[in-house]
């Protein structure tokens, strides 16, 4: 099958997403996704100069993805507006669960002059800023402890999510379902609105 050369670049970024968010990063390369977009092996070698380049572009579909959906969110009241960004994060890092954990790995790695990297770097701030600013427009005023408190809110909800995602991980089998851990889970799952309401109704 031939590709024009830029729906070729944008076939194995999805493939590759697809990829990653099935089975994780260590599955993807150049040449199986080559393999799979019928193309020769050395044709991604002209949209990537390395898997890196590859991942970094993964991770920018999916910070693009995380963007749509808070943004779908809405509401009037600036409060459940607040709320249904939060929810929405969270929601987007249950359901991509490898995919947010590349993005948090590759983020945090060394800031450097590469073009690609640069980009990735002002799409996450772009992306978590929208969290941010919710709490901001919450305050009435761009203030420094309205950005303060907006920082509070991503990192509450960066928390919240980690302990979701490991206590959803609690294998409930064998009579596991009087762990500690499994009850959280479930109590946040039930009550995760509630939650985030309480935490920035507290700032």
Do not use: W
Not at 36 to 59: G, M, N, W
Not at 79 to 104: H, Q, V
Not at 123 to 147: E, P, V, W
């Amino acid at each position: 099958m031939g590709y024009h050369r830029e729906n070729l670049k944008q076939k194995l970024i999805d493939e590759a997403y697809k990829a990653v968010k099935k089975d994780g990063v260590e599955t993807i390369s150049l040449r199986k996704l080559a393999k799979k977009a019928k193309v020769s092996q050395t044709a991604p070698y002209r949209h990537f100069q390395s898997k890196d380049h590859l991942i970094i572009e993964v991770c920018l579909k999916g910070l693009s993805n995380l963007r749509e959906k808070i943004d779908a969110v809405n509401a009037k009241d600036p409060k459940t507006k607040a709320i249904n960004g939060g929810l929405a994060f969270i929601d987007f890092g249950l359901k991509n669960e490898k995919i947010y954990e590349l993005i948090l790995a590759t983020i945090s790695g060394e800031i450097t002059k590469d073009p690609l990297r640069i980009a990735l770097f002002e799409s996450a701030d772009y992306t978590f800023s929208n969290l941010r600013n919710r709490i901001i427009a919450l305050k009435k005023k761009k203030n420094l402890q309205s950005q303060l408190d907006g920082i509070k809110v991503h990192a509450f909800l960066t928390g919240l999510l980690q302990v979701i995602r490991t206590t959803n991980k609690v294998n409930t089998s064998g009579g596991a379902e009087n762990y500690e851990a499994v009850k959280t889970a479930s109590l946040l799952n039930k009550n995760l609105k509630k939650v985030i309401s309480d935490f920035i109704e507290r700032l």
